[in-house]
C-alpha cells in the first residue's frame, strides 16, 4: 500500500511539471514562437556558414594546386602571383602556409636565397603552423648556408634541434651543424659526429659521421658506403605538395 501510494505521488509530480510547462508556452506564446524562430535561424545560418566556408577552403586549394602546376610548367611569375593572393584572399584556410612554403622553394630554385629565407621563416616563426615548421627550419638552414652565412644557418639547426629532437631531419641537422663547427670548432664537431654515431647508429648519417670520427688515412680506405651515402640533400629543396585532403 506504501508503494502504490509512493508511485502515485511520483506520477502526479510528473504530470504536474509537465502541465506547468504547458501552461508557461500558454501565458508566454509569443515569447516561445520568438525564442524557436530565433534558434532555426541560427541553425541554418550555422549550416550556411559550414558550406561556405567549406567551398572557400576548396577553392583556396585549388588554386594552391594550379600554382604549383604553373610552377612545375616554368611558369613562375604567374605562379608566384596565384600564390600571393592565396595568403591574402584565403587567409582564414589552411593553405597560406603551403603557399609560402611553396614560394620559398620556388625563390630557393631561382638563387633568391633572402626571399626565399623570409618565406620559409614566416612558417618556422608562427605556432599555428607545427607540421610544417621543421620542413621550413631545414630549407631556411639550407639557404642560409648558400647564401655563405654559416654562423645564421648553424643558429636554425639548433633550434631545429632543439624544437624537434625527434624529426626525421634531426640526424641530417646535426651532420650539417657538424659541418659548419668543423671550421670553427673542431673540437665541438666531434662531439655532434659522435653524438651522431650514439642517437641513430642505424641511420646513414651515422655512418657519416663514424667516417668523420676515423683517423684521416682510413677515412681516405673506406670504400664500404655507397657514393652517396651521407651526402647532404641537394642544394635546392623541391617543392612539398600539400596533403591530399586539406
Known amino acids: 500500500m506504501a508503494d502504490w501510494w ?21 501565458t508566454h506564446r509569443e515569447t516561445f514562437i520568438g525564442s524557436i524562430v530565433i534558434l532555426l535561424g541560427a541553425g541554418i545560418f550555422a549550416v550556411f556558414f559550414t558550406m561556405k566556408y567549406q567551398e572557400i577552403k576548396e577553392t583556396a586549394w585549388q588554386n594552391l594546386f594550379m600554382a604549383q ?3 612545375y610548367a616554368g611558369r613562375v611569375e604567374e605562379s608566384v602571383q596565384r600564390l600571393n593572393s592565396i595568403e591574402t ?7 597560406p602556409p603551403f603557399a609560402a612554403f611553396t614560394k620559398g622553394d620556388l625563390y630557393f630554385k631561382q638563387g633568391k636565397l633572402k626571399e626565399a629565407i623570409e618565406e620559409y621563416q614566416k612558417i618556422a ?28 644557418a648553424a643558429a ?13 631531419f ?20 666531434k662531439k655532434v659526429y659522435e653524438k651522431i654515431a650514439l642517437l641513430y647508429p642505424e641511420n646513414v648519417w ?5 667516417q668523420k670520427l ?15 651515402r651521407g651526402k647532404p640533400a641537394p642544394d635546392r629543396p623541391e617543392i612539398i605538395p600539400p596533403p591530399k585532403t586539406p
Open 89 to 95: 584572399d584565403f587567409a582564414k584556410t589552411s593553405a
Open 156 to 168: 636554425v639547426y639548433r633550434q631545429l634541434l632543439e624544437k624537434y629532437p625527434e624529426h626525421f
Open 125 to 152: 616563426n608562427n605556432p599555428k603552423y607545427p607540421e610544417l615548421a621543421p620542413f621550413a627550419l631545414y630549407n631556411a638552414g639550407r639557404a642560409k648556408q648558400a647564401l655563405g652565412d654559416a654562423n645564421s
Open 170 to 189: 634531426a640526424p641530417e641537422a646535426h651532420f650539417l651543424l657538424a659541418g659548419i663547427l668543423e671550421k670553427t670548432n673542431p673540437e665541438e664537431a
Open 206 to 210: 651515422s655512418a657519416s659521421a663514424q
Open 214 to 228: 676515423a683517423p684521416p688515412v682510413e677515412r681516405a680506405a673506406a670504400t664500404s658506403a655507397p657514393a652517396d
Open 6 to 26: 509512493i508511485q502515485s505521488g511520483t506520477e502526479e509530480v510528473k504530470k504536474s511539471g509537465f502541465d506547468n510547462v504547458l501552461n508557461w508556452i500558454k
Open 69 to 71: 602546376q604553373m610552377a
